[in-house]
C-alpha cells in the first residue's frame, strides 16, 4: 500500500481512502486526535487523505517507510489546518523521515566577517519553499506537549508570509498588532521564567526551546496547544485565545475541532 499512497502525487488521482484499520491504528495511538468526537476525526481523515495525495514522503538515514509512519506524520500535521484548509501548506511537497536525530551542517558570519562552519543536531526542520525533516524517532514521542511533527508544520505556517517570526499570516478579523503585542509579552515572560528555573537548577512546566526566539515560541506553544491545552491557558490565557482564533479550534472548551469543511481560503 505505501506504493500506492506515495504515488497519488505522481499519478495526478484524486485522493484515496485510508484503510479503515490504518486510520483507527493512527488516532488511537495519539491521544490528542483521539479526544475528537466522530465528525471531527473523519474531517482530519479526508485532510490526510487530501495531504498524502499533495505530499511526497521520502526516507533517509537507512530508515524504511511504512504506511503508519507516513499516515501518523500527514494526521498530525494537518490537525493544525483542520478547519484552516490544506492552501496553507501550499508550495511544498517533500516530506523527508529520518529513523533518528540527523545533523544539519550551518554556516555562522561573526560580527568581524568571519565564517564558522559547525553541524548542528535537529529533530526536525522545516525549509522555506522546501522540504519538512522529521525524525521518527521523535515524533513517537508525541502526546505529553512534545510534537516535532506539529512543531515543524507550525513553522511552515510562520514561513507564509516570509520570515519565521512567530507571526503567521492572520485571518481578516485579527490584528497583526494585538497578536504581535500578546506573544511578544507572553515571549519575554517565558524567557524570565527560563532564566530562573536555568538558576535554580529547576525545569520549566512548558518546553524551555520555546525561549529561543518568537518562531520557536510560536512553534513550541503550538505544540502545548493541540497536546496539552490546560497548561498554555493556565500559563498564558491571552496567547491561548489568539490561538483559537488562529486556528480555529478551542481544544479545551470544545474538545474537538469545528466539523464544518475546512477552507482553503488564505489571509489577505
Known sequence: MLNRLLGWLNRKKDAAPLPDALWQQTVSTLPFLDRLDADAKQGLRRLTEAFLAEKEFTCAGGLQLTDAMCVSIAA????????????????????????????????????????????????????????????????????DGYNVVIHEFAHKLDMLNGEVDGIPPLPAGMSTQVWETILLAAYEDFCMEVDIAEANDEETVLDPYAAENPGEFFAVMSETFFETPERLLEAYPALYEQFTRFYRQTPITTPCPDSSAPSDQMPA
Not at 496553507?88 to 562552519?117: K, M
Not at 522546501?130 to 521518527?136: D, K
Open 76 to 143: 498530525q500535521g494537518c490537525l493544525p489546518i483542520l478547519n484552516l484548509g490544506l492552501g496553507y501548506y501550499r508550495d511544498w511537497v517533500g516530506i523527508i523521515v529520518y529513523p533518528d536525530e540527523f545533523v544539519i551542517p550551518r554556516t555562522l558570519e561573526d560580527e568581524f566577517g568571519v565564517v564558522h562552519e559547525y553541524d548542528e543536531v535537529a529533530s526536525g526542520e522545516a525549509w522555506e519553499g522546501g522540504p519538512l525533516l522529521i525524525s521518527w524517532s521523535d515524533a513517537q514521542m508525541a502526546g
